[in-house]
């Protein structure tokens, strides 16, 4: 059995040292080191009012994700949005730039100091990504794949150094455009060496797979970004959302291979940020969904335990972040203490996609039906 984790301060630790991490790699970059410091500063302030929720019953999370869209330019293999239905024609009323303006205000009011920007393809909704910098004590990575980021969308960046891109990529030429279409490889390296002669603070993720662990691990893939000005570099476990592609998601052996390889990498890469998901839960006592560390808010407002996990019970249209922090539907997911115990792939809580339809959906489950 697990010793008991005191969440909350383990969370905060880490968005200390992750603060601190990027700080150190900014040194070289006043207009960034200065925007770092500023919020380093207010982090001490959203902590403190996480610290009184939590005293009067009710925990607040570090980070939400927030798909602001769900269209997108490309139709990458293994998707999970699109498998999803999160991406592609709408099936409904899509949030508005100002319902998205008033979910960051309110985030900020609760202390959620990171809010992650995802999709479909964040950059079709400049709008929204204009609101978000209208909140500097907010960071907001934006998860993109950095094809349609244009001048305009460099000067935004240029001008608001809390939003941080995240570009996309599965590691060379070949397996990029394997995945995410021919020409998107020289695309994306077009938007880097443009954050880099701007000097903008940007990171990477990358979906691993049995078939590029070892390429997008090596020591080489990762210079040749940090070389760029890339400093943060997300892991992110594949997860077989489509039927048929249950061998690439990586198992026992690969999480071990990563772990080490990630811990010689940070050895090796001291002004770089690794993050891994979800192989980083196993310290932090299981899964973080549903509230417990992040929940996710899809581009029609619905609040989810997760992007793998879209089931809601509470839409942020017409209902608060902390009404849907409160919600039965999330207490009863955490209560699942879904952690890995064995499942084939990453993501504990799809692997309890059975279970989590089924609360929403009882009778189904009576019926034995499976999503």
């Excluded at 200065?34 to 500063?41: D, P």
């Amino acid at each position: 059995m697990q010793p008991a984790l005191d969440l909350p301060a383990y969370l905060n630790l880490g968005a200390e040292n992750l603060i601190s991490d990027i700080m150190r790699s900014t040194l070289q970059n006043p207009k960034e080191t200065l925007f770092i410091s500023k919020f380093h500063r207010r982090q001490a302030k959203m902590e403190k009012l996480r610290a009184a929720h939590e005293a009067a019953g009710l925990h607040v999370p570090i980070f939400l994700i927030a798909s602001v869209t769900n269209a997108c330019n490309l139709y990458c293999k293994g998707c999970y949005a699109r498998a999803n239905g999160q991406c592609g024609e709408p099936k409904g009323a899509l949030m508005t730039q100002p319902e998205w303006s008033g979910i960051f205000t309110q985030a900020e009011t609760l202390g959620i100091p990171f809010i992650l920007l995802a999709g479909g393809e964040p950059f079709l909704r400049r709008d929204v990504l204009q609101a978000a910098a209208e909140h500097p004590g907010v960071v907001f990575p934006i998860f993109t794949n950095g094809t349609v980021m244009d001048e305009e969308a460099l000067r935004l960046l240029n001008r608001h150094r809390n939003l941080v891109p995240v570009v996309s990529l599965e590691g060379n030429e070949q397996t990029t455009d394997n995945r995410r279409g021919p020409g998107a490889h020289a695309l994306i390296w077009r938007t880097i060496n443009e954050m880099a002669a701007k000097k903008l603070l940007f990171g990477a993720s990358v979906t691993v797979t049995k078939q590029n662990l070892a390429e997008v691990t090596a020591p080489e893939f990762v210079q040749t970004l940090y070389q760029k000005g890339c400093r943060l570099l997300f892991y992110i476990e594949y997860v077989p959302v489509s039927a048929g592609t249950e061998t690439l998601a990586p198992g026992d052996a690969e999480r071990a291979r990563m772990e080490s390889t990630q811990n010689a990498l940070r050895a090796q890469f001291p002004a770089m940020t690794f993050l891994a998901f979800p192989g980083d839960e196993k310290y932090m006592g299981g899964c973080l969904a549903a509230g417990r560390g992040f929940f996710h808010i899809n581009a029609y407002g619905g609040a989810e335990p997760c992007p793998f996990s879209p089931y809601s019970d509470t839409s942020l249209k017409d209902h608060t972040l902390e009404e849907a922090l409160r919600s039965p539907f999330f207490e009863q997911v955490r209560s699942l203490n879904a952690q890995d115990d064995g499942h084939e792939g990453g993501c504990a809580l799809f692997a309890r996609e059975a279970q989590v339809r089924g609360l929403l959906f009882p009778d189904q489950a009576r019926c034995g039906t499976s999503a």
